[in-house]
Structures are given as structure tokens and as C-alpha cells.
């Protein structure tokens, strides 16, 4: 019973440099989100998929684009990283409207 | 403009004694709040919820209270122990633009003393 699984779990790029953050959850839930949390900032939501077909912007979107590969997967990718985007991310999922989120371990970046 | 405010970043309390954890919220139309609970280098894990019919949920060693008239809510612990050292999130959704949208406050790092 994996829940939220995200990878990698540490990462370190160079400014500019391209990647993906991937997500999968196994509890057949509707909603999938990203999260960052910087020191002081709290839990900050960059974009959500309320359901499979849709994407939403969040909170913080900028730098960011986000693919609902299918209902399991939720992916984000930073197409020119900058150092600003140094952060802990988080994914999580939830069946939907008013209900409990999953959160995965976290993914921790550098962007040097 | 932060929805979700979490104005103590840090707590101290002996173990046994009462945590008491705030939050406020600027947003009328959120209707769903939530609790977490976040170790160092883990995901947050929920403790409780509670919906914006209501003015009171316990579970267990937790109590969540929502003041709508004040947009406050806030988490009782009771009694604390120390394995509940943790950061706290508040959280809340709701509205019709909100209703998937899940808006998360600063933290308040608790520590518990033995």
C-alpha cells in the first residue's frame, strides 16, 4: 500500500538546467496537487488537477508546467530551473472536493 | 495576500499540559478546514478536520474549534506528549473557485517538553 509516491527524492541542478518531478498514487483519487514549502512560507500549492483532463494554477505557478499523464500520475517540470526554485516539493492526492489529502515523502531540490 | 495565517511560527509546552494551536482565515467562502502534522523530512500527515456546519470536532487527544463569525479555527491538544513535536499546517478550501483548492498556512513548530 504505497499511497503517494514521488521521485526523485533529492535532486540537484544547475540554473537552467530542465527536469520533471513525478508523482503516482495508488488509491484511485480524483485530485492530485504540488506543493512547495520553503523555510517560513508554509506549504504553498503551484498547481492541481481536480480530475484527469484538467490543470489548474495555484498559488505559485510561474516557471512551472504541470501534465495529468492519466488518473494515477501527476508530473512537474521546471523547463529552465533557477535558483529561486530551491525548495521541498510535495504531491498529494485526494478523492476531491472536501476531503482528506495524501501526501507524498517530498522531493528536495537545489537549483544552484 | 496569505489566506490561510498561521501568526505564532513557534510553541513551547510541557508535557501533559494543553497545546493550543491558531489559525485565521480572510477568505468567507472557505468551508473546509483542515489539521496537519509534519516531521522533518516527511510528508504531512492529516490529524482532523472539520466542516464549516459545524463548530467542534474531537478526535481523540485532538479537538478542532471554528469560529466563523471570527474566520479563526483552532487545534487543542490534550495532553500534549512529546512525540506530538512536530510543525502544525492549518488548511482550507471551499468557494466556487476554491472548491478544489487547498490553501495552507505558515506552520507553528510546537515542542513539547518532557
Known amino acids: 500500500n504505497a499511497g503517494v509516491t514521488q521521485t526523485p527524492k533529492f535532486q540537484v541542478l544547475k540554473t537552467g538546467q530542465s527536469m520533471t518531478l513525478q508523482c503516482a498514487q495508488d488509491m484511485n483519487h480524483n485530485s492530485m496537487y504540488w506543493y512547495r514549502q520553503d523555510p517560513g512560507m508554509g506549504l504553498r500549492l503551484i498547481y492541481y488537477?481536480?480530475?484527469?483532463?484538467?490543470?489548474d494554477k495555484g498559488e505559485v505557478p510561474n516557471g512551472y508546467n504541470v501534465s495529468r499523464l492519466n488518473k494515477r500520475e501527476f508530473s512537474l517540470r521546471l523547463e529552465s530551473a533557477a535558483p529561486s526554485q530551491t525548495s521541498v516539493y510535495f504531491c498529494?492526492?485526494?478523492?476531491?472536493?472536501?476531503?482528506?489529502?495524501?501526501f507524498g515523502a517530498g522531493s528536495r531540490l537545489t537549483v544552484l | 495576500d496569505q489566506q490561510v495565517k498561521q501568526n505564532s511560527p513557534s510553541l513551547s509546552v510541557q508535557e501533559g499540559r494543553i497545546s493550543i494551536l491558531n489559525c485565521d482565515y480572510t477568505n468567507s467562502m472557505f468551508d473546509y478546514f483542515l489539521w496537519y502534522k509534519k516531521y522533518p523530512a516527511e510528508g504531512p500527515t492529516f490529524l482532523i478536520s472539520?466542516?464549516?456546519?459545524?463548530d467542534k470536532n474531537e478526535d481523540g487527544r485532538f479537538t478542532v474549534f471554528l469560529n466563523k463569525s471570527a474566520k479563526h479555527l483552532s487545534l487543542h491538544i490534550v495532553p500534549s506528549q512529546p512525540g506530538d513535536s512536530a510543525v502544525y499546517f492549518c488548511a482550507a478550501s471551499g468557494g466556487t473557485s476554491g472548491t478544489y483548492k487547498y490553501i495552507f498556512g505558515t506552520g507553528t513548530r510546537l515542542k513539547v517538553l518532557a
Open positions: 488537477s481536480a480530475s484527469e483532463g484538467t490543470t
Open positions: 472539520i466542516s464549516s456546519i459545524k
Open positions: 498529494a492526492s485526494c478523492m476531491g472536493q472536501a476531503n482528506v489529502l495524501t
